[in-house]
């Protein structure tokens, strides 16, 4: 891997403008090369081998995926259709740009003096990572022999295409559970919930640290039972270190407008303090970290 390890590590360009939330606007795909060819046999037999990744996107974010100074990568494809999704231009594989293993390698590895100075590193999020196991195995690895941070952010619905591998090369996954009950959990995604209950406990018996991630949308989630069963989860699995309760929000109204989808959320409005510290409350009555 000579194109990553030539890489001055204190080389930091393109950053993106930061914006008043911590997260940084986004880069697109730009340095990352992307290939510039047709859906073909050879482009799909590079992606079977983790050679080539649909992209959607990456940037540089603060205290927001995970900890210190992070550069996250969005990869292109989503099995899940969440109705308050605010990435719904990251669905579709197809609507990705095909990023070369070592291009992407030789990005990361540019910012190593910023992990190193802040405690940050490298997620890979989307859309979702483990549709593209392949090539995030490979990143994965790749970033660990670098000494770099790794995470990824995921709904835990493909973990069955995380190997055993995979999980030794993360550091940290994000689990985003959407809901605690399951016929939520399917008017909320369109999929079962059992498959991401099953991938946590996976990472709990291998000591993978987590952070649950929960959406609190008012009228779809916020249900005291619905979280209760998210609350009882979070609790039985030893590896979780923390949990994050995320207001909804309407920032991404623009792109379900933008691709001509049907939002079935813009008369939802972002839940008062009152219900998102009654949530987090929820939480911190059994004992866990909570933010």
Same mark, same amino acid.
């Given at each position: 891997?000579?194109?990553?390890? %030539?890489?001055p590590?204190?080389?930091?360009?393109?950053?993106? /403008?930061?914006?008043?939330?911590?997260?940084?606007?986004?880069?697109?795909? *730009?340095?990352?090369?992307?290939?510039?060819?047709?859906?073909?046999?050879?482009?799909?037999?590079?992606?079977?081998? =983790?050679?080539?990744g649909?992209?959607h996107?990456?940037?540089?974010?603060?205290?927001?995926?995970?900890?210190?100074?992070?550069?996250?990568?969005? &990869? *292109?494809?989503?099995?899940?259709?969440?109705?308050?999704?605010h990435?719904?231009?990251?669905?579709?594989?197809?609507?990705?740009? *095909?990023?070369? !293993?070592?291009?992407?390698?030789?990005?990361?590895?540019?910012?190593?003096?910023?992990?190193?100075?802040?405690?940050?590193?490298?997620?890979?999020?989307?859309?979702?990572?483990?549709?593209?196991?392949?090539?995030? =195995?490979?990143?994965?690895? %790749?970033?660990?022999?670098?000494?770099?941070?790794?995470?990824i952010?995921?709904?835990?619905?493909?973990? %069955?295409?995380?190997?055993?591998? &995979? @999980?030794?090369? /993360?550091?940290?996954? @994000?689990?985003?559970?959407?809901?605690?009950?399951?016929?939520?959990?399917?008017?909320?995604?369109?999929?079962?919930?059992?498959p991401?209950?099953? !991938?946590?406990?996976?990472?709990?018996? +291998?000591?993978?640290?987590?952070?649950?991630r929960?959406?609190l949308?008012?009228?779809?989630?916020?249900?005291?039972?619905?979280?209760?069963?998210?609350?009882?989860?979070?609790?039985?699995?030893?590896?979780?270190?923390?949990?994050?309760?995320?207001?909804?929000?309407?920032?991404?109204?623009?792109?379900?407008?933008?691709l001509?989808i049907?939002?079935? /959320?813009?008369?939802?409005?972002?839940?008062?303090?009152?219900?998102?510290?009654?949530?987090?409350?929820?939480?911190? %009555? +059994?004992?866990?970290?909570?933010?």
């Open positions: 891997m000579t194109t990553t390890t %030539a890489v590590t204190t080389a930091v360009v393109d950053v993106p /403008l930061e914006l008043p939330s911590g997260r940084r606007a986004g880069a697109g795909t *730009a340095g990352l090369g992307a290939v510039d060819m047709a859906r073909s046999s050879e482009l799909l037999a590079r992606m079977r081998v =983790g050679e080539i649909s992209v996107s990456w940037e540089l974010v603060t205290a927001v995926d995970g900890p210190g100074t992070r550069l996250t990568v969005f &990869m *292109a494809g989503c099995p899940l259709r969440c109705l308050y999704c990435n719904p231009d990251t669905w579709k594989m197809r609507d990705g740009k *095909a990023v070369e !293993f070592d291009a992407l390698m030789g990005r990361i590895a540019r910012y190593r003096g910023v992990f190193s100075a802040t405690g940050g590193g490298l997620t890979i999020s989307g859309g979702e990572p483990l549709q593209q196991p392949a090539f995030v =195995g490979r990143v994965l690895a %790749a970033a660990k022999q670098l000494g770099i941070h790794t995470t952010d995921t709904s835990g619905f493909l973990g %069955a295409s995380c190997t055993d591998e &995979m @999980l030794d090369n /993360l550091d940290l996954v @994000l689990l985003d559970v959407k809901s605690g009950d399951p016929d939520t959990y399917r008017k909320v995604t369109g999929q079962r919930l059992q991401t209950l099953d !991938f946590g406990r996976r990472l709990s018996e +291998r000591g993978v640290e987590t952070w649950i929960f959406v949308v008012p009228g779809l989630t916020d249900d005291v039972a619905n979280v209760e069963k998210v609350v009882e989860y979070a609790a039985s699995l030893s590896s979780v270190t923390r949990v994050e309760v995320l207001p909804f929000h309407q920032m991404g109204t623009d792109k379900w407008e933008s001509g049907r939002y079935e /959320l813009a008369d939802t409005e972002p839940p008062s303090p009152e219900l998102v510290e009654r949530v987090r409350g929820q939480f911190r %009555a +059994r004992g866990l970290t909570v933010y």
